[in-house]
């Protein structure tokens, strides 16, 4: 069958959760047997988000080919369980510099440069790619912001020429918010009704509507929307709240969503069912545990969760998967002192530190790591968080005062965790990171091993910094066992203590493939350690 291409756009406000829309729409899809990619387009001018402070968009989720990209991409593995890679996130960014550096080769042939048609055919480019090699039955392509902004009119404008091109091979759903006005008591269509006047005016007509609401949508509503926005009354599908992200699928299962999307497709909506028996499974876990495990999760961006979203989600798959309720404390590590961490961090059952950049919060994690180490309590280092626990174990157990990073202190005599040579000259920011996926051995009969019970792994990683193997001897006469070591660099990617009930540190970033079908094996046995007595 030839590639269809669904558009996810969204109106009224942003964080109405497109994202979870598309990748639950994904998920429908790929249950009912079809190969289901997810896209995100973002119009901001970054070429990428890998120097965007997270306090902006949020995390910065890494694709196995070393790619910095939008968190949406988190959503749609963690939902799909399948990789995406560089080409499933553009941005306006990456786009004009392509079509400028073509311009610079002279591919133009002296034509001039315009919005219409050079960037929109280099978005188009980048939608259709996916759909090129028949590698996928459905490209879901979400477009970032709201219709209606100055930025995102390129995009609205290639939906609209590909709507023509591809005919009845393409479809739009547009995401809009229903509020609900308390003094009178009732559900209010008109920002709908504007937001995709809005959207036809430049020039697309969606096919589906999906309406965020906190209250039911009564049959009124849903027919009043439907007459002035024209689009049939089935096709208006109700987003209600729901508890968990992980519930929206079964929603929109439940609202007949992909169902919809078929019909509309011209394919055959009783040819398939959507198996979700796994992820029911998971739901229920999710939904039904009531005991708690505590977990402490110690970082500098903690005033905006989106800034951990992977290593929540991945606390939560675990949790759920150990039938516990995660309760989770987002800890501001500046605030951690010598003089507090007792009160600040006692009563958890585990704590987590925090991947990062720069100074401001990293004494707080050093001592969250003491801490942890000091009193036996489970303890999983993420990236800078196991470039903590090493410099931690470093001060306090080798009794090097100084030792720490040089990326906080240059000119420290012991530089346990240091740039590599070779990274040393690169001056572009978003060059001189190690990025995406590297192999890693694991060392034989160590904690490590057996969690994974595998030999070889394949983990993604996003830092400059590396453990200095000067010190490796040391490390581990003391009980700091370098246990993962990728193979072709003999670098250190895992660290864990050995007389602790579980005190890991990882260079690389588990968080990232974790999904709900495939929880990560190391959230797992943390939380499963937590819980032990
Ligand atoms: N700042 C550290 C480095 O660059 C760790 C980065 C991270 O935690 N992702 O090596």
């Not at 048609?117 to 477009?143: A, M, S």
């Not at 950049?357 to 801490?371: L, N």
């Not at 036996?376 to 931690?392: D, H, R, S, T, Y």
Request: aromatic letters at 8%; one cysteine or more.
């Amino acid at each position: 069958m030839a590639t269809k291409y669904i558009f996810v756009t969204g109106g009224v406000t942003s964080s109405l959760g497109k994202g979870i829309i598309s990748a639950s729409l994904g998920k429908l899809l790929q249950a009912r047997g079809y190969r289901v990619t997810n896209q995100k387009l973002d119009p901001y001018i970054n070429i990428d988000p890998g120097t965007l402070n997270p306090y902006e968009h949020g995390e910065c989720y890494v694709t196995v080919d070393g790619h910095e990209a939008d968190l949406d991409l988190g959503h749609y593995e963690r939902f799909l369980n399948v990789e995406t890679h560089k080409a499933n996130n553009i941005t306006s960014g990456r786009v004009y510099q392509n079509v400028i550096s073509r311009e610079r080769r002279g591919d133009f042939l002296g034509k001039t440069v315009q919005v219409i048609p050079h960037i929109t055919d280099e978005i188009k480019r980048n939608v259709k790619q996916l759909g090129n090699n028949g590698e996928f039955d459905f490209v879901i392509t979400e477009i970032g912001g709201t219709v209606g902004d100055i930025e995102s009119l390129p995009y609205i404008e290639s939906v609209r020429q590909l709507r023509w091109e591809l005919g009845k091979d393409c479809l739009c759903i547009h995401l809009t918010y229903v509020p609900y006005v308390a003094a009178a008591g009732e559900l209010k269509t008109k920002p709908t009704q504007h937001s995709v006047k809005e959207l036809q005016q430049e020039g697309v007509q969606p096919d589906v509507l999906v309406l965020r609401a906190e209250h039911p949508i009564t049959p009124e509503v849903r027919k009043k929307v439907a007459l002035f926005c024209n689009v049939d009354a089935s096709s208006v599908i109700e987003s209600a709240d729901v508890k968990t992200i992980y519930e929206v699928p079964v929603r929109m299962q439940q609202e007949g969503l992909d169902t919809v999307v078929l019909n509309k497709l011209g394919m055959d909506p009783q040819a398939t069912t959507a198996k979700m028996d796994d992820w029911n499974f998971f739901l229920n876990k999710l939904k039904t545990a009531t005991q708690e495990v505590k977990i402490a999760l110690v970082g500098k961006y903690v005033r905006l969760p989106d800034a951990y979203k992977s290593i929540i989600e991945s606390l939560i798959h675990a949790s759920a998967y150990n039938d516990r309720k995660l309760k989770l404390d987002l800890i501001l590590s500046d605030d951690i002192t010598v003089a507090n961490a007792g009160e600040t961090l006692s009563g958890y059952d585990g704590i987590l530190i925090a991947p990062g950049f720069g100074e401001r919060g990293v004494k707080g994690k050093i001592i969250a790591a003491q801490y942890a180490r000091e009193h036996n309590v489970p303890c999983l280092g993420i990236c800078f968080g196991m470039q903590c626990m090493a410099i931690e174990f470093a001060r306090n157990v080798l009794n090097y005062q100084d030792a720490h990073t040089t990326e906080i202190d240059p000119t420290t005599t012991h530089k346990v965790i240091d740039m590599m040579e070779e990274q040393k000259t690169v001056l572009d920011k978003g060059g001189s990171m190690r990025l995406g996926s590297y192999a890693c051995r694991l060392t034989d009969g160590s904690r490590a091993a057996s969690i994974y019970d595998k030999e070889l792994i394949y983990e993604r990683h996003r830092h400059r910094f590396e453990f200095n193997n000067a010190f490796k001897e040391e490390f581990e006469k003391n009980g700091m066992m370098l246990t993962g070591i990728n193979p072709d660099t003999n670098l250190a990617e895992i660290i864990e203590l050995k007389d602790h009930k579980w005190f890991i540190g990882a260079q690389f970033h588990p968080e990232y493939s974790s999904t709900v079908l495939n929880p990560h094996p190391l959230f797992v046995r943390f939380i499963e350690a937590a819980i032990s007595q």
